[in-house]
């Protein structure tokens, strides 16, 4: 069965200081791994999406790397607009309706 | 429409009862998907719909589960005699074709079974 698994659950930090969201996974037959943010009472937001290891994805402050084993959501100077939940989720061997989320890693960014 | 729309946003019921849930997907999407999410847990798969089908039911919890999707637009998901384990956010999600890439997702159904 494919698992997802997120680290760490809740990450706080200041305003510029930049850090990085784990995401490992089991999965037979990987087809794509997908990072998605969700705000509060909303659905995910759609991110990126990788589908080999050694990929990277840009878009503003975000940038997420992927490997055989993991993938990594890292933030550089992040801004209190990315408090956010960030979710990641994987397209195995289920099938293309079968993605497996992650618990998610909830991030605050103070000022 | 510019999004996915679920409806109601809210929902409370007593345990037993029936309820239904509505989604409305994406204008010209053909993959509609339901997903469920309990606190502290991960997003459920619950049905995936390609057009009016539903090729793989395998997520839905119980038979007390069940779906619809007509016209190849608007779904329904059916809770019947609801229990107190049903309590979750209830999400459907919109895709282009039946690929799981750029998934659009709705504000979600917030249901209480008290």
């Known amino acids: 069965e494919d698992q997802v698994t997120q680290s760490p659950e809740a990450l706080r930090l200041q305003e510029g200081e930049s850090s990085s969201l784990n995401c490992s996974y089991t999965?037979?037959?990987?087809?794509?791994l997908f990072w998605y943010r969700q705000d509060p009472g909303k659905g995910p937001e759609f991110l990126f999406t990788?589908?080999?290891a050694g990929e990277e994805k840009e878009k503003e402050r975000l940038k997420a790397t992927l490997t055989k084993k993991e993938s990594f959501l890292h933030i550089t100077a992040p801004k209190p607009e990315d408090s956010a939940t960030y979710l990641c989720?994987?397209?195995?061997?289920?099938?293309?309706?079968?993605?497996?989320f992650g618990t998610g890693t909830k991030l605050q960014v103070i000022p | 429409g510019a999004g996915v729309s679920q409806s109601p946003s809210n929902k409370v019921t007593e345990k037993g009862k029936d309820v239904e849930l509505r989604c409305d997907p994406i204008?010209?999407?053909?993959?509609l998907y339901w997903y469920r999410q309990s606190l502290g847990q991960g997003l459920e798969f619950l049905i995936y719909?390609?057009?009016?089908?539903?090729?793989?039911k395998s997520g839905l919890p119980s038979d007390r589960f069940s779906a619809e999707r007509t016209g190849g637009s608007v779904s329904t998901l059916t809770i019947q005699r609801t229990q107190q384990e049903d309590s979750a956010v209830y999400l459907c999600?919109?895709?282009?074709?039946?690929?799981?890439?750029?998934?659009?997702f709705g504000s979600g159904t917030q249901l209480s079974v008290l």
């Open positions: 999965v037979s037959g990987l087809r794509g």
């Open positions: 989720a994987t397209d195995g061997s289920g099938g293309y309706q079968k993605v497996t």
């Open positions: 719909f390609q057009g009016n089908s539903a090729p793989d």
């Open positions: 999600a919109s895709s282009l074709r039946s690929t799981n890439e750029k998934l659009f």
């Open positions: 204008s010209g999407h053909t993959a």
């Open positions: 990788l589908y080999s």
